[in-house]
Structures are given as C-alpha cells and as structure tokens.
C-alpha cells in the first residue's frame, strides 16, 4: 500500500474492514517513511485516525537510532510512539528501558514511566526511575519517581561506584 504523502507499506498478507476503516498487515511487514523504517509481524492502519497500532517484535529505526517495542501504537498527526510493553530506545550514546514509552519523532526526546534503566555508556552510569523526561537535544535527563544513578569507573584494574538518591535528579550528559 502506498499512501498519498508517499509512505509505503508492504507485507506477505493484508486485509481491509471497511466497516472500521482499518488495513491489517501480517507477516514481514515493512513501513517505509520520509526518516524511519519500521519491521513487524502485525500492522493494523486505523484510516479515520490516521494511527498505527504494532504489537509484538516492532523496530523502527531513525538515523543512528532504534526503537523497539512488543505493543504499542504511532499517531501519524502528532507524530508519537506510544510503547506500551517492553519499551526499548538505542541510541549512540544511550540505551532506556520503560514499561512505557512516548517518543516524540520530530524532537527525539521522550518520556519514560515505570521500571526505567538507562545505561549511559559515554559516562559510564547508569540511572534508575519510575519517571524520566528524556530531553538527549538539551542534553538532559530529569529523573521524578524515585530516581537512583550509580557511576562507574574502573582504575589500575579496581573497580569503582558511586551511587546517588534524591527526590528529583537531574542528569546532564555535557
């Protein structure tokens, strides 16, 4: 399927209701649009809101980044993914980790809620939470719900952490 604005859809098996105005996509599905590539094994295309609705074994990729997700949805109109069962964000110099997941396309900035990891391998640390705002063009992490970072070093071959706790800890990566 290929849709006015030139995004592309392909797949070994498709369907359209259209009684629910709704395209499903199974087996090797690919999406193809202006900057992301997204695989999947099902694809559903709700027409009347404009959202895709993925589930288990989605990546997209963007640049030098990867999302990964086992359910969740993309809104075409305010251009956000929405993960919402094993939440993954690779980026160069950052790897995150949520329950759930809202990725902004345009900014590459998200939000992260729920049993947050984020292993920051530039600065060898990593960040704990159960609220993160993910902010990578500021070059910012804030950390609300029980935030923990534990740095780590290793010198002369000894091994060394520091680990921090606060009500709110704001992480800067300059």
Do not use: H
């Amino acid at each position: 399927m290929k849709s006015n604005d030139g995004k592309i859809v392909e797949s070994d098996n498709g369907s359209y209701v259209a009684a629910e105005k709704k395209f499903s996509f199974e087996d090797n599905v690919q999406i193809f649009t202006d900057s992301v590539l997204m695989v999947s094994s099902r694809v559903d295309y709700l027409t009347e809101t404009d959202v895709v609705v993925f589930n288990e074994n989605t990546v997209a990729w963007r640049d030098e980044n990867m999302l990964f997700a086992n359910s969740g949805n993309f809104d075409r109109p305010k251009d956000v993914f929405t993960f919402d069962k094993d939440g993954y964000i690779f980026t160069k110099e950052q790897e995150l980790w949520a329950d759930f997941i809202q990725y902004y396309r345009a900014t590459g900035n998200a939000d992260l809620f729920n049993n947050v990891q984020i292993l920051d391998t530039v600065q060898s640390a990593i960040c704990l939470a159960d609220k993160v705002i993910y902010r990578p063009s500021e070059d910012k992490i804030e950390m609300t719900e029980n935030p923990v970072v534990g740095m780590y070093s290793m010198e002369n071959d000894v091994a060394d952490t520091l680990f921090l706790a606060a009500d709110i800890i704001l992480y800067r990566t300059v």
